[in-house]
């Protein structure tokens, strides 16, 4: 409450009208900001409902809450200068969505990868919003543009990646059997493919192409013979 000193006697303002207190609880109360007329509205008497919005506004402005008007509408607001006060920090933990967590596991063993690239791995097209959480986190970063028609972004991982999960250097990730080893996940229903530069893929690559080839020499093999016993 205001006090008034004048001739070193302390004085209380008299006390507010009926009407007052009831626009002061109609707009304190309110969710949102009022207009005049919705004030009007409200309240039991016809007063001059402007006049004693603008009482009220003097008598909170040098108060911890104000009654401010914006765009014509009424709302109490807690003073600018102690705005501060009212700030709090609070961690939000958040679960990644599938889509994040697969384009993120490509990213990280494709970098530098593209956009088509990742649909391409996944089988899937996916939100841009799907990248831009992952950029959020400062866990994934563009890394220049591919040399192909279109220049396409490619993206990799962050140092805050790295730093976030642990790890030195990329080459400390783990392949997909060291993660089955460990009962992460099941390496039977595990896409290599998502895995694509790590040792164990290009290993399985090498004997994939062993494995063509042995069985390309196999197919001729058999034709030329047959056409010999002809």
Known sequence: MNKLKKNNVVTFPGKISESEREIE???FAAAEPLSLET????????????????????????????????SNKWSFRTAENLSSLMSQQKTVEKKLSKAA????????????????????????????????ILMELNWVRPLGRKDVPGKPIQYG????????????????????DELGSAGLIDTSNVDASIFGTGKFFKEKQEVKKE??????DEMLSGTLKNEEDE
């Not at 016809?46 to 809450?65: A, C, H, M, P, W």
């Not at 593209?114 to 919003?129: D, H, L, P, Q, Y």
Request: with cysteine; net charge negative.
């Open 25 to 27: 609880a109609i707009v």
């Open 39 to 70: 004030i009007e509205s409200k309240i039991s008497k016809k007063i001059d409902v402007l006049k004693t919005l603008e009482k009220l506004k003097n008598f909170y402005s040098n108060r911890g809450i104000n009654l401010v008007c914006i």
């Open 101 to 132: 967590i697969e384009t993120l596991a490509i990213i990280v063993y494709h970098q530098p990868v593209t956009r088509s690239e990742i649909e391409e791995i996944r089988g899937v097209a996916f939100g841009t919003n799907t990248l831009e």
């Open 157 to 176: 991982t962050s140092e805050d990646f790295l730093s976030h999960f642990n790890l030195q250097k990329l080459t400390d990730l783990p392949t997909v």
């Open 211 to 216: 494995n063509i080839y042995s069985e390309i």
